[in-house]
């Protein structure tokens, strides 16, 4: 049976694909076949075959099932600047409907483990009034909240978590991702979003000197998902 989730952030730079390529890695490596989506990207190189994100490009690494560029990110951008903002300079209309149908393409492959990563937090603003977080309630998918683990964490993720269940979704699973290693009393800050977040912690990632897929996966517990 196959599993697909959205995964968002409390916070942009907060290391969402990082994580994401440590849970394909690990589905991966427990036999599951994999597959991902970057509906919108901006900060893109232009290279010989147009413009290329290096986020999209690492969940690519880890897809065992076979994929475009263009599927996995069909809307790319190279200011590195807000979707809405890059796609209003370029001319694009940013809409849920024109992310909606690439990203069910990817989800009618049939992996085993699916991911469709956001772009910063949860409301990321697209066309008009709509939200990067509609295309998750469009797909309706169950959410995992990559928390930035520095000062004003809990609040962050506490506030994401409110709105990923006002909207409807169910939070799946959160991950630990410490990129503030100085951050004081990291242990009383992760008891504390234990105690409150409504669903289990997938793992602790601490600062990693090098954060590969494989060294990330190292952390994380797959089989604490639904």
């Known amino acids: ?100 149908e690439p990203m069910r393409n990817i989800l009618s492959k049939g992996a085993d483990f699916t991911l469709i990563e956001g772009a910063g937090g949860w409301r990321v603003p697209l066309a008009d009034q709509a939200n990067l977080s509609d295309l998750a309630t469009a797909l309706q998918l169950p959410v995992i909240l990559v928390v930035g683990v520095r000062l004003g964490c809990i609040s962050h993720a506490l506030l994401t978590a409110e709105a990923i269940a006002r909207d409807g979704l169910q939070l799946a699973g959160w991950v630990a991702n410490i990129i503030d290693g100085k951050t004081s009393r990291i242990e009383e800050n992760l008891a504390t979003l234990a105690e409150r977040l409504p669903a289990p912690c997938l793992g602790r990632v601490p600062r990693l000197k090098k954060p590969t897929a494989e060294a990330v996966a190292e952390y994380l517990h797959l089989e604490l998902l639904d």
């Open 1 to 100: 049976m196959s599993s697909s989730y959205f995964i968002t952030g409390t916070d942009t730079d907060v290391g969402k694909t990082t994580i994401a390529t440590g849970l394909l890695y690990a589905a991966r490596q427990s036999g599951l076949s994999t597959a991902a989506g970057k509906p919108v990207a901006s900060d893109c190189v232009v290279g010989p075959e147009g413009l290329r994100n290096s986020d999209a490009l690492a969940l690519m690494a880890e897809c065992s099932v076979k994929l475009t560029y263009e599927e996995v990110n069909p809307v790319a951008f190279e200011p590195a600047i807000a979707p809405h903002l890059a796609a209003r300079e370029a001319g694009v209309a940013l809409t849920v409907k024109s992310l909606l």
